[in-house]
């Protein structure tokens, strides 16, 4: 017999939404942040790498917890950021997702934008108040990365709009 948690992932998996529905109506019901025992993946990193906003949506409605992550450390909102799934970030963040929670390595969504040299992803991480001076656990941080890409790259100019937009002042290095 197979637990209802392992069942219900397999209903998220399967786009089977009359069964999903039907084990979340359940009262006390808490299988939408069900893990699988293995990766440790909920029904929002299922639905975040099939790039689907409408269950991310259904998913976060019915109770899903977007910063719970799998054993890797990830998120479904850094996940997002990594697949350049603009539309599944703005959910998440939308739905109560940390944007600068790091993941097992210390990137945040951000700095997975800034490696992807996705300026509209940074920009939205940065609307939504991602911290572009947050370090991984090399010590760089998303505008470190950005100045590295050279002067070809837009994305340190896309940082300093961003944040000039949102009203922040970019932090200076060394002593003032």
Known sequence: MQRDGYKFLEAVKERDGTQVTEFLSEPGSVLVNTRDVVSGET??????????????????????????????????????????FTEGVEVLAEGGADVDVPDSTGETPLIAAVHRRDSGLVRLLIDKGANADRADNSGRTARDYAMLLGARSSMLEEIERAEAERGDKAQAYGPS
Not at 43 to 71: E, S, Y
Request: avoid cysteine; charge should be positive; aromatic fraction near 4%.
């Open 43 to 84: 029904a929002l990193h299922i639905v975040t790498q099939r790039r689907d906003a409408v269950w991310l949506r259904f998913l976060l409605a019915k109770g899903a917890n977007p910063n719970i992550a799998d054993k890797n450390g990830t998120t479904p909102l850094q996940l997002a950021s990594q697949l350049g």
